[in-house]
Nanobody
């Protein structure tokens, strides 16, 4: 099976920085698009940034110029560098990846979306 594990969350003061990481592991053939989402209680999960396997990126307007997404294809990792953090960035951050590999005991080239368990980011003084 495939697992995504996030790390790097925590408490940071307004104006500070954090770097989130997400590693895909397990029975993997290839990893396609990867993305970061965030969610606060009572609201829908919000897309933050995406990156293709070739490195093309998209960043939402709410975090543009402050957040940057990157990936390490050799390690099946995606990162989110967050700077100039604001209180409204407080949320649980989730990574998502489109992965092909072994699923239910069968190897397949079809990509399925997998989610990490989330990492909490709290921006407060």
């Amino acid at each position: 099976q495939v697992q995504l594990v996030e790390s790097g969350g925590g408490l940071v003061q307004p104006g500070g920085s954090l770097r989130l990481s997400c590693a895909a592991s397990g029975s993997i053939s290839s990893v396609g698009d990867m993305a970061w989402y965030r969610q606060v209680p009572g609201k829908e999960r919000e897309l933050v940034a995406t990156i293709t396997s070739r490195g093309s990126t998209y960043t939402s307007d709410s975090v543009k110029d402050r957040f940057a997404i990157s990936r390490d294809n050799a390690k099946n990792q995606v990162h989110l560098q967050m700077t100039s953090l604001k209180s409204e960035d407080t949320a649980v951050y989730y990574c998502k990846a489109a992965v092909s590999g072994r699923r239910d005991g069968i190897w397949s080239n079809e990509k399925y979306d997998y989610w990490g368990q989330g990492t909490r980011v709290t921006v407060a003084s």
